[in-house]
């Protein structure tokens, strides 16, 4: 059974740096990509970086150069780095991703993440 599970959200001030993971289990054959996506109150989820199995990566034009998405493959997590986080990153997050030869994909849970002084 496929399962993503998402951890590291935070209140942190603007300016701050957070961390977030998610752990990855029953991609038998591995994935073919995975995504992080964001929801903020009252607004579309929408797609904030993306990394393929083989490791290109693609980022929403809002957080690049701050964020960056990296993949550990022997503990099945990716992981995302926030840096200079602005308030308006306020929202929660969400991992998601596709397995090889699927066409379905599947979604975590979301954390938590809260810029503000």
């Known amino acids: 059974q496929v399962q993503l599970v998402e951890s590291g959200g935070d209140l942190v001030p603007p300016g701050g740096s957070l961390r977030l993971s998610c752990a990855a289990s029953?991609?038998?054959?591995?994935?073919?990509?995975m995504n992080w996506y964001r929801q903020a109150p009252g607004k579309q989820r929408v797609l904030v970086a993306t990394?393929?199995?083989?490791?290109?990566?693609n980022y929403a034009d809002s957080v690049k150069g701050r964020f960056t998405i990296s993949l550990d493959n022997a503990k099945n997590t990716i992981s995302l780095q926030m840096n200079s986080l602005k308030p308006d990153d306020t929202a929660v997050y969400y991992c998601?991703?596709?397995?090889?030869?699927?066409?379905?994909?599947?979604w975590g849970q979301g954390t938590q993440v809260t810029v503000s002084s």
């Open positions: 998601n991703a596709r397995p090889q030869g699927s066409a379905r994909f599947y």
């Open positions: 029953g991609f038998i054959s591995g994935f073919s990509v």
């Open positions: 990394i393929t199995n083989g490791g290109s990566t």
